[in-house]
């Protein structure tokens, strides 16, 4: 017997597992260049960590812990454990998303976001290349696809370096702790 081809498009990881309750299933892409190179879509597995049960527990984890604590331990608590790490792979690739002050950023998109968590997931999850014109990081920029589910589109900007993100990380950090 001849083993059967895949009908599914190779790019595609369809055996990742299913998101958590309440999302639509988010599948993680590779992006195929004009030059024939495929590349990870950044939009895609930021969303599928976004959507993922992994992520979703360990916020709700954080929410609970932060509730026990006192107010005066709590900021430091927060500080420290504020990111969460989520992990997933299939037999083609293995991938690692931090996100960084998760719960803040979840409260922003909750504010801009009228159309809801999901909605916002949705539109990362399939993006391509974008060049904007002046830059001079080196850093690649990704902008979001579906415009008809969500009406605005979003920004990645992948960093080329680690060095980079740690310095705006800083500069974050300084900020989100003179403003609470």
């Known amino acids: 017997?001849?083993?059967?081809?895949?009908?599914?498009?190779?790019?595609d990881h369809f055996s990742l597992p299913l998101p958590a309750t309440g999302f639509a299933a988010v599948v993680v892409r590779d992006i195929i260049d004009q030059k024939g190179v495929t590349h990870p879509d950044i939009g895609s597995i930021i969303a599928y960590a976004l959507s993922s049960i992994e992520y979703n527990t360990k916020r709700r984890k954080q929410r609970e812990c932060a509730d026990d604590i006192s107010p005066e331990?709590?900021?430091?608590?927060?500080?420290?454990?504020?990111?969460?790490?989520?992990?997933f792979a299939d037999s083609r690739a293995q991938y690692y998303v931090k996100i960084y002050y998760a719960e803040r950023f979840h409260m922003l998109r909750k504010l801009l976001f009228v159309e809801g968590e999901d909605c916002f997931v949705r539109s990362l999850s399939e993006s391509r290349s974008w060049n904007p014109q002046g830059g001079k990081s080196g850093a690649s920029f990704y902008?979001?696809?579906?415009?008809?589910?969500?009406p605005h589109f979003c920004l990645v900007k992948h960093f080329v370096g680690?060095?980079?993100?740690?310095r705006r990380v800083k500069v974050y950090?300084?900020?989100?702790?003179?403003?609470d």
């Open 1 to 11: 017997l001849m083993p059967m081809e895949s009908p599914f498009i190779t790019e």
């Open 73 to 87: 331990i709590q900021m430091e608590s927060l500080v420290n454990a504020e990111h969460i790490e989520v992990d």
């Open 143 to 150: 902008r979001t696809q579906l415009k008809a589910t969500f």
């Open 162 to 166: 680690a060095s980079d993100w740690q």
């Open 173 to 179: 950090t300084r900020r989100a702790a003179r403003i």
